[in-house]
């Protein structure tokens, strides 16, 4: 979940991750069977920038993402599932998330690729 920390005039969105609200998988590849250990985000929070000028219109959203976490634990490939209705938004989380770095998934202990959801919200309230 995202939520706004700002301080001494900066404001910035922190990426707060669970594993249970992070992922919902979709394999990649048809037919592999086996248990899936999830990727695990490997910091607890990731700086995504808060559009300057939605955050002085006091304007709040939320951007549903699809990110591939690839073997290695990065993230390859970012798609808007959901749009906030706010391009700067959906921008600010789609560079936020292609920082992200995981623990890979696993499958009978080798590392594999998959599809997660990663839900941002922009909200300047505590969290």
């Known amino acids: ?4 920390e700002s301080g001494q005039g900066l404001s910035r969105v922190a ?8 992922l ?8 592999e069977r086996g248990e899936v ?3 695990t985000p490997l910091y607890g929070e990731i700086p995504i ?4 000028d939605l955050w002085d219109a006091d304007v709040e959203g939320q951007t549903l993402l699809r990110v591939l976490v690839t073997e290695g634990g990065g993230v ?18 789609v560079r936020g998330v292609l920082q992200l770095r995981y ?3 696993r ?6 690729s998959v599809w997660a959801k990663v839900p941002v919200h922009f909200t300047k309230g505590d969290s």
């Open 49 to 52: 920038e808060y559009p300057l």
């Open 76 to 93: 390859d490939s970012v798609e808007v599932l959901e749009a906030s209705g706010y391009p700067a938004f959906d921008s600010a989380a």
């Open 1 to 4: 979940m995202i939520d706004t």
């Open 24 to 31: 919902s998988l979709l394999l990649m590849g048809c037919g």
């Open 103 to 105: 623990s890979p998934a």
């Open 107 to 112: 499958r009978g202990g080798k590392r594999i």
């Open 37 to 39: 250990e999830d990727p």
């Open 15 to 22: 990426l707060h991750l669970s594993g249970v609200l992070l």
